[in-house]
């Protein structure tokens, strides 16, 4: 009999992955996914320790969760086991337990690969009802990658292929190398294995996903080690795969081969996430992030001299301790001297254990709110600017999904902005005469001219 397994993801892409290869993992075991809770078998809350207020959510949502399980208890129903997976369940997992019995098992992003067998002694030691508490945080030494099966359930032309994990960085403010761990690059024939597998599969679009992926030096199966723009070049030599992205980086690993890999490599699209977080040098220090505005900068216009066209998104926390009205004045002229096409902002939140938390000369939540308000106006601002600056261009787009309208699908353009497509509007037709619809196109490259451009997407009408 098919068992039912609910996921919620939190947080980053490399948390989607993380969700995408559980189900996988379960699958052999008679697993199916599902879009609801209240018929699940299995629960799994995938967490994320980034944001704020981040184990909060996730007890509020194993409190609602405990409400299915004792109601379908209450009327005979089947048992439901509830996990907590990673990020905030390796920093927190002991506390857990102990502030939610309710949940009966507790696994690091490392450990994932032994879900079934962890399922298998939660369901065995579950006793007259009560939770067995199975932990399992640990850092293993063999690699979770090894672990993990082939097939994988894939729905649509995109995918992530995780080539490098975890970080030896150390900002002051951030969790990962904690719950990570350290960096890991995955060798370089695994992953061209990897995505070959992909690729025979429909994908055309692969981003490569890592905590630092730019940090990427995995054994390129010559006796030596292969970097970022390596493995990019290699990735294009796979016929049919038309583009290759990656996140997120760090400017310390931005290497002269990853920038030449973007002026040579075709299939390299012209759009890069590169997190900055702040503009004010003295701020950077003590967030430890071993580059100044200045070198980060520099690295812009490196960048754009090797692709022109490239268009750029990043990361900002404002109101970290100690940041003054002049340290966020050099934050918003970063801002307004590179120009990016979209980024994402946030107030500094203290993660328990980090150097931060415990910083003097904290920023008052007033004072982080008008800040982030500021920079969220300016960056949307930008972005909107670059969404316009494409009206009456003709973009490739790579059709994904069916649209909410009739006669509507949806891509992504080079610079990953979502494109509506009217294909009723069009005077495309197919060889026969007829007007396509979304089986004729998902998957496929077409070329749209855009003429509608708002602060969150793009619409327009496939080019005759």
């Known amino acids: 009999m098919k068992k039912k397994l609910f996921i919620k993801t939190y947080g980053c892409q490399m948390n989607v992955y993380?969700?995408?290869?559980?189900?996988?993992?379960?699958?052999?075991?008679?697993?199916?996914t599902v879009e609801s809770?209240?018929?699940?078998?299995?629960?799994?809350?995938?967490?994320?320790?980034?944001?704020e207020k981040a184990a909060e959510k996730v007890y509020s949502d194993v409190g609602r969760i405990r409400?299915?399980?004792?109601?379908?208890?209450?009327?005979?129903?089947?048992?439901m086991t509830i996990a907590v997976a990673g990020c905030v369940a390796q920093?927190?997992?002991?506390?857990?337990m102990k502030?939610?019995?309710?949940?009966?098992?507790?696994l690091g992003p490392q450990t994932y690969h032994r879900l079934p067998e962890l399922v298998r002694t939660a369901e065995a030691g579950r006793k007259n009802g009560k939770p067995a508490h199975v932990l399992d945080t640990e850092f293993p030494a063999e690699s979770k990658f090894d672990f993990l099966p082939?097939?994988?359930?894939?729905q649509g032309p995109a995918a992530f292929l995780a080539v490098q994990e975890g970080c030896d960085k150390f900002c002051t403010f951030c969790v990962v190398p904690y719950t990570r761990g350290a960096e890991y690059s995955r060798p370089m024939m695994d992953l061209m294995t990897e995505a070959k597998r992909l690729v025979s599969k429909g994908v055309r679009d692969i981003t490569l996903l890592g905590q630092n992926v730019n940090a990427y030096h995995g054994d390129d199966g010559k006796g030596g080690t292969a970097s970022l723009g390596g493995l990019i070049r290699a990735l294009a030599d796979i016929d049919g795969l038309a583009r290759i992205r990656y996140t997120t980086s760090h400017p310390r690993d931005m290497d002269d081969e990853l920038i030449s890999a973007h002026r040579d490599v075709v299939a390299c699209m012209p759009y890069l996430h590169l997190p900055v977080q702040s503009g004010s040098d003295r701020i950077l220090a003590a967030m430890n992030r071993k580059h100044t505005a200045e070198s980060y900068l520099d690295i812009i216009r490196r960048l754009r001299d090797a692709r022109p066209d490239l268009a750029l998104s990043s990361d900002f926390i404002v109101g970290f301790p100690g940041e003054k009205d002049e340290d966020f004045e050099a934050t918003m002229a970063l801002v307004r001297e590179v120009g990016y096409a979209q980024s994402?902002?946030?107030?500094?939140?203290?993660?328990?254990?980090?150097?931060?938390?415990?910083?003097?000369?904290?920023?008052?939540?007033?004072?982080?709110s008008e800040r982030l308000a500021a920079l969220q106006a300016l960056l949307a601002e930008q972005q909107l600017a670059f969404n316009k600056a494409c009206l009456g261009k003709t973009l490739e787009v790579l059709v994904e999904r069916?649209?909410?309208?009739?006669?509507?699908?949806?891509?992504?353009?080079?610079?990953?902005?979502?494109?509506?497509i009217d294909v009723t509007g069009s005077d495309y037709t197919l060889d026969e005469g007829s007007v396509p619809t979304y089986s004729d196109l998902m998957g496929q490259m077409v070329r749209v001219e855009i003429r509608d451009a708002g602060p969150g997407n793009l619409r327009g009408v496939i080019a005759a």
């Open 18 to 32: 993380d969700s995408n290869r559980m189900a996988d993992v379960m699958k052999p075991h008679g697993y199916e």
């Open 37 to 51: 809770p209240d018929e699940a078998d299995l629960v799994v809350l995938n967490t994320c320790h980034i944001r």
């Open 67 to 79: 409400m299915i399980k004792e109601e379908r208890a209450a009327a005979g129903g089947s048992e």
């Open 91 to 96: 920093a927190e997992g002991a506390e857990m």
């Open 99 to 106: 502030r939610a019995p309710v949940i009966d098992l507790v």
């Open 150 to 154: 082939e097939e994988s359930d894939l």
């Open 344 to 368: 994402f902002s946030f107030k500094y939140s203290a993660r328990p254990g980090t150097p931060a938390s415990v910083m003097p000369f904290q920023v008052p939540e007033d004072v982080k």
């Open 402 to 420: 069916p649209g909410k309208k009739d006669g509507e699908v949806v891509g992504r353009s080079p610079y990953l902005q979502a494109v509506h």
